[in-house]
């Protein structure tokens, strides 16, 4: 780690709160009463913007009911004030936030399964539905006109003042951190892709259910503070068109950052108060957020604080490599080929050898084996019967032309299709039935042909991520194998090469036992690409796993692995040491057609 | 029961047509458009201005029918225009953007709640099986079933048909082939305008709802489209005319009358993950 | 969020944050600027949803009418008065925000002709705690009659209501009445409770009390329902188009005949006895909670002629408006001394009936935790005449 890096690790978040705190703390005491109550509401604004943000930022969960969770909250103050007025008001907000993020947590298990665009509607059809019922009745106390009072201090605007701005700041710090721990980081994943969280051993469903829980309990705990802010609640304070308004605004202000949070809550509060001032009608306000947010949706660079985040970033690290660096090595013996063991027959015994598994000729079982593997849509075979043994310590390359069916057979070997016929084991186990991330967790992993390594976060971040359960022990091994750059560096400034390698690097950090590439030199320049090969011939003496290589560049077979498969057109075509599989006029058939090979 | 279930199905046809609309936006443009009916909306109110400043009903519903055509054609073109290749979430936003701008629009413009919808059709009504049925019923409901027909025609036996459902999918390839993407999916856009006006005007005076009721019309659709899957025009139709029956019939039951507006929700969640109950993976490789 | 230039963004918002802070201090200086100087202007203010879903601009627009109309007779005690009128557009945050902006702020010294349909419940609260008074030109929601500093002028759904219960069984004589309430937020249960109260004072007993159908929903259910139960007349509460709608309906349903349909003032417009007449469903009742200005009663001019002259359109509604701002003035010219909220509250408090030729009954403030003064209505029936007086003020007991 350099020196120049050191110093931008050692900028601690806590010095940027202090003089925020300070002035927080100043304004409160000095500005007339009018310009605290409104930033009180820009408080509360924040809290909600920052729940959207959380849901619909960090976990790409669109969410059109966040208001209708503040509605819980509010309706729990309310109910609970009215019963026991004597509670302490925090105690009754914190209380709201609590029954809202058990609501949010009943939401997420019940839609675990259902993404994307439906989901979204999903959240809108319980916003609607909830809209509802409450209309039916009366928030607690409006029938009687009894409004929440806070109990003292808190009814004293500065004190409230304060009480909004010390729970926004305290979620904030808790939301900040649970983000940079695994579970946390895996909602920044899920938001990428589900396929990209299975395969990196992330509980999808989990990770979906606690961003709506805890989305909610923020929400809830806003819902609970607006209790005391009006006093009487009525639903028309959490319409569905609220919770879409708060979307677009965090959207725009992009609230998965708290100063885009802030800034969506001075927005709602000062929008109008600008649009009052200049003598604009009111109704303006949020055909004007709309309009900004669809602007920022164009250009694609995420919300305004979060485009200014990346223009810092950049300038931060405008000097800082961000590349990974594959430095040559010095040349490899080269290995000879493990020789596939007989398939099993019933009668006869197989040999039992100590024979360490680098010398010639050892017999070993294979670490993962797979025993034909049938995939059929219909009349259509995309893998017909295939047989592949993997052994222990070796690198297995697994080639064949455009639409053989290489992807396919690593998808289902990874269980990302929902069927296949055949059978894989996994060091003598099934993995029948098992999910991917069950497949992931028992250490096949595996990378994409499309390089899914996440945007939004830094280096060291996604090497936890990947790590998991495996812990942190490998990370500073893997980063000088693979040459990463510093850890601080987010991965958004890092070209597709580079990516790749990171990939490949989160992979190797979980202590995997197979590592199954797919296509890992495409992009690279020559020169790195033979580099890569190198080290990936070094990586099962290295790591202790064996790895599948899919690659279409032959210079990086011949370079990185002992032995290859060879698929046609869902069909097995040749098997065996590279050199020999690689002369075989069948597969050169299959490649450059039938006439040149004769 | 049967009374409250007929009385629902204008509703339910209204839904229908919604829930096609926005099936056909969805398989054609691959946005699900939160903003549907409050097109449909805008055009239904404009048709009522013009009725009440003394135009002839027909007159008024055509000017209706073009003012929603031309601003869901304006919002095709400027999604197609702006948007190079967005992802599924940043459509919804924008639909979600379209919705605000168009209530804020529509809240400036028929701003004054008292507004007399006339129906488009005469109020006649005939007794079927001790119900009265009235016309507007009887139309809602072929309405419905013309639309369903027609777009599943359209789709899979027409060329233009099986050119947009490739503009979905491929736009880039289809552009290739000479297609002229932008004009189909501002058409697109223009008819699902101009059908979810005319369920509009069939609706609205059984019920005299404000802008923003009306407009949020859209969410039993959406419920009912979402059944489909976003692409089943069929399953689509005939479940926004269940939430509507649903709803009729709800209304006579009395410790079930006052939240029968959430069952449809429920009723879409429930059979939501009954269908998702296996893990199927978003198609990124 | 990782940033590691966090410092330099919470730099700026700092900065954005002060740069606020300074124009609202300025702002706030020049606002409290003026001394006790006496001859400095009475500010008063409202709340009402300008813009939004359903505006009823006509009402803060009337009392505006009434100030410009005693300003130019020398004001109160020389002293001219300043009406602040904010716009909430129907959001209880902005509504919220005006009141505060209105009394911590501009220091009203009262609120006056506001009609919102969602400030009563987000500043109720804040009125009693400031202990400012808000004398509404219209109120809607039930919070407007249930807080200890907010008296509307009008009856309110609920007392219309009731008076139009009062009307069918007493004045109409029917036995068989059959109160319909489309459910809308929060109103539901004091409708039950006051049709609870009706029957007991009445011995009435209504063979259907029907809360199916939602506001805004189709009627159909409920009026198959009025069939089936064999009502002679139906009582119903619905804004303006609604009431269109279910007489529409019920024509459809061939239940026009035999029935008395009544219901709420809304329905009190030009617009919807032409619409009626149209359609040909004449024959429906409507309140009114003041004296019927359709009509030619005298009490009628002096407002016609100060509406006209500040070109309001002359509607029920801007009739409260009106009213609240008369109500206001004559209050604010008993005050001796200084003129403060806390004297306006003080002397609406003390001072007893309030007489105005436009409503039927006299206005009370009083010391009461809810107050809803109104509780006289008169009823209007539609014909092809227009809306034509039918009964003498009915009083809800």
């Known amino acids: ?598 | 029961m049967l009374d409250g279930v007929i009385s629902g199905l204008v509703s339910g046809s209204a839904y229908a047509i919604l829930a096609v609309c926005v099936v056909m936006l969805y398989r054609l443009v691959g946005v699900v458009n939160v903003g549907q009916a409050a097109i449909g909306a805008l055009g239904a109110y404009v048709c009522y201005s013009f009725v009440g400043a003394g135009l002839p009903l027909g007159v008024a519903v055509l000017a209706g029918l073009a003012v929603a055509g031309l601003t869901a054609g304006f919002s095709g073109w400027v999604l197609a225009r702006w948007f190079g290749k967005p992802s599924e979430t940043v459509r919804l936003v924008v639909s979600v953007v379209l919705l605000i701008v168009i209530l804020t629009v529509g809240f400036r413009l028929f701003g004054d709640s008292p507004r007399v919808m006339p129906s488009l059709l005469p109020e006649n009504s005939f007794v079927l099986g001790g119900v009265r049925v009235s016309l507007t019923t009887v139309v809602a409901l072929a309405l419905a079933i013309l639309v369903a027909v027609g777009l599943s025609l359209l789709l899979r036996h027409t060329q233009m048909g099986i050119r947009l459902e490739a503009m979905s999918e491929r736009p880039t390839t289809v552009q290739l082939l000479g297609v002229n993407t932008l004009v189909l999916a501002i058409g697109a856009w223009a008819t699902a305008g101009v059908i979810s006006t005319l369920a509009m005007l069939l609706i609205a005076p059984t019920r005299n709802p404000t802008f923003e009721t009306m407009s949020f019309l859209v969410v039993p659709a959406l419920a009912a489209a979402l059944l489909g899957a976003f692409s089943n025009v069929w399953i689509a139709a005939i479940a926004g005319l269940a939430i509507g029956a649903i709803e009729g019939a709800g209304a006579r039951i009395d410790w079930l009358s006052s939240y029968r507006g959430a069952i449809p929700f429920l009723l879409v969640i429930i059979a939501l993950i009954w269908l998702r109950r296996r893990e199927v993976w978003d198609a990124a490789r | 969020m990782t940033s590691p230039n966090s410092r330099i963004i919470s730099a700026v918002s700092l900065a954005a944050l002060a740069a606020v802070l300074l124009s609202g201090c300025i702002a706030a200086a020049g606002d409290s600027g003026g001394d006790a100087d006496t001859l400095a202007p009475i500010k008063v203010g409202a709340i009402s949803s300008i813009t939004g879903p359903a505006p009823f601009p006509e009402v803060p627009a009337s009392a505006q009418a009434v100030f410009d109309r005693v300003n130019s007779e020398g004001g109160i005690g020389g002293r001219m008065i300043e009406f602040i009128s904010e716009d909430d557009g129907a959001d209880p945050a902005q509504a919220s925000q005006a009141a505060r902006r209105l009394v911590d702020e501009n220091e009203v010294v009262a609120m006056v002709g506001s009609a919102s349909l969602v400030e009563c419940s987000a500043n109720a609260a804040f009125y009693a705690q400031r202990d400012i008074v808000s004398l509404m030109g219209t109120g809607v929601e039930p919070s407007c009659f249930e807080s200890k500093n907010i008296a509307p002028v009008n009856n309110g759904t609920i007392q219309g209501y009731a008076s139009l219960l009062y009307f069918a069984s007493e004045d109409l004589g029917h036995e068989k009445v059959c109160p319909v309430i489309l459910n809308s937020a929060g109103l539901t249960e004091p409708y039950l409770e006051l049709i609870e109260s009706w029957k007991s004072e009445t011995d009435s007993v209504p063979p259907l009390v029907d809360t199916t159908v939602n506001l805004g929903d189709d009627v159909t259910p409920v009026l198959l329902a009025v069939r089936d139960a064999g009502c002679e007349a139906v009582v119903f509460n619905s804004n303006e188009p609604g009431a269109v709608a279910f007489m529409n309906t019920a024509k459809q349903q061939d239940m026009l005949s035999g029935i008395d349909y009544l219901t709420l003032t809304s329905a009190y417009s030009e617009t919807v006895v032409e619409t009626l007449n149209e359609q040909g469903t004449l024959g429906l009742y409507a309140n009114s909670e003041f004296v019927p200005f359709m009509g030619d009663d005298a009490a009628l001019d002096s407002w016609r002629e100060t509406l006209e002259a500040a070109d309001v359109p002359l509607t029920s509604l801007s009739e409260g408006g009106y009213v609240a701002a008369e109500i206001l003035v004559e209050v604010l010219k008993s005050i001796e001394g200084d003129i403060t909220a806390e004297a306006v509250a003080n002397a609406f408090r003390s001072y007893g009936e309030i007489e105005n030729p436009l409503l039927g009954m006299p206005f009370v403030f009083d010391d009461a935790d809810a107050h809803n003064p109104n509780r006289a209505s008169l009823m209007v029936q539609a014909t092809e005449d227009g809306w034509v007086t039918a009964s003498d003020w009915v009083l809800v007991p």
């Open chain 1, 1 to 598: 780690m350099r020196l120049g890096e050191a110093k931008r690790i050692l900028t601690p978040r806590r010095f940027a709160w202090v003089p925020f705190v300070v002035v927080l703390v100043t304004l409160g005491l000095i500005l007339p009463v009018y310009w605290v109550y409104l930033f009180s509401t820009v408080a509360i604004g924040a809290l909600i913007a920052r729940s959207i943000g959380l849901v619909t930022n960090q976990a790409g969960i669109i969410t059109l009911c966040q208001m209708s969770f503040a509605a819980i909250g509010g309706w729990v103050v309310s109910w609970i004030a009215l019963a026991w007025p004597a509670a302490p008001f925090p105690l009754l907000v914190l209380i709201g936030g609590a029954v809202a993020a058990l609501v949010g947590l009943l939401v997420g298990i019940t839609t675990a399964r259902i993404r994307g665009v439906e989901l979204a509607v999903v959240t809108l059809g319980f916003a609607a539905a909830l809209d509802l019922v409450l209309r039916q009745g009366s928030f607690p106390g409006v029938g009687t006109g009894t409004p929440v009072i806070p109990t003292a201090p808190f009814d004293d605007p500065r004190w409230f003042f304060a009480l909004t701005w010390a729970l926004v700041i305290l979620l904030q710090l808790g939301i900040a951190a649970l983000s940079r721990t695994a579970h946390g980081l895996g909602w920044t994943v899920v938001r990428v892709s589900e396929r990209a969280a299975a395969s990196l051993g992330v509980r999808v469903g989990a990770a979906k259910a606690s961003a709506f829980a805890l989305g909610a309990l923020f929400a809830g705990i806003a819902g609970g503070l607006l209790a005391g802010q009006y006093g009487l609640l009525t639903t028309a304070v959490f319409t569905p068109l609220n919770s879409m308004v708060y979307l677009v605004t965090a959207v725009l202000c992009g609230a998965s950052l708290f100063g885009g949070a802030v800034l969506a809550g001075v927005f709602g509060v000062f929008v109008p108060e600008l649009l009052r001032r200049v003598g604009l009608p009111l109704d303006v306000g949020n055909a004007l957020l709309a309009i900004g947010a669809f602007d920022v949706l164009r250009r694609g660079n995420g919300g305004l604080m979060e485009q200014l985040n990346a223009r810092l970033q950049e300038r931060a690290f405008r000097n800082v490599r961000v590349t990974c660096e594959l430095v040559p090595l010095p040349p490899l013996e080269p290995l000879e080929p493990i020789e596939p063991l007989p398939p099993p027959e019933p009668s006869v015994e197989v040999a039992q050898t100590s024979l360490s598994p680098h010398a010639k000729g050892a017999i070993e079982p294979p670490l993962l084996e797979v025993r034909g593997l049938t995939i059929a849509y219909g009349n259509n075979r995309a893998l017909d019967a295939v047989d592949l043994s993997v052994y222990r310590h070796e690198v297995h390359a697994l080639i064949g032309p455009n639409g053989a069916g290489k992807s396919t057979f690593v998808d289902a070997l990874t269980g990302f299709l929902p069927s296949y016929g055949g059978a894989v084991h996994l060091d003598g186990d099934s993995v029948h039935g098992l999910a991917a991330r069950e497949r992931a967790r028992r250490g096949i992993r595996r990378t994409f042909q499309q390089v899914q390594a996440i945007d939004s976060i830094t280096v060291d971040e996604y090497l936890r991520l990947a790590g998991g359960s495996a812990g942190t022990e490998r990370i500073a091994a893997v980063r000088e194998f693979l040459g990463l750059p510093g850890g601080a560096v987010p991965i958004r400034l890092m070209d597709i090469g580079s990516r790749r390698m990171l990939e490949i690097a989160g992979a190797l950090v979980s202590r995997p036992r197979v590592l199954l590439l797919d296509e890992p030199a495409a992009g690279l320049a020559e020169a790195e690409s033979f580099a890569l090969a190198e080290r990936m011939r070094r990586i099962p003496a290295e790591f202790g796993c064996a790895v599948l290589l899919i690659e279409h560049d032959m210079g990086f077979v011949r370079a990185a692995s002992t032995r290859a498969t060879v698929l046609d057109d869902g069909c097995l075509i040749s098997t065996g040491p590279v050199s020999e599989v690689l002369d075989d006029p069948s597969v050169v058939a299959a490649y450059l057609g039938q006439e040149l090979a004769e």
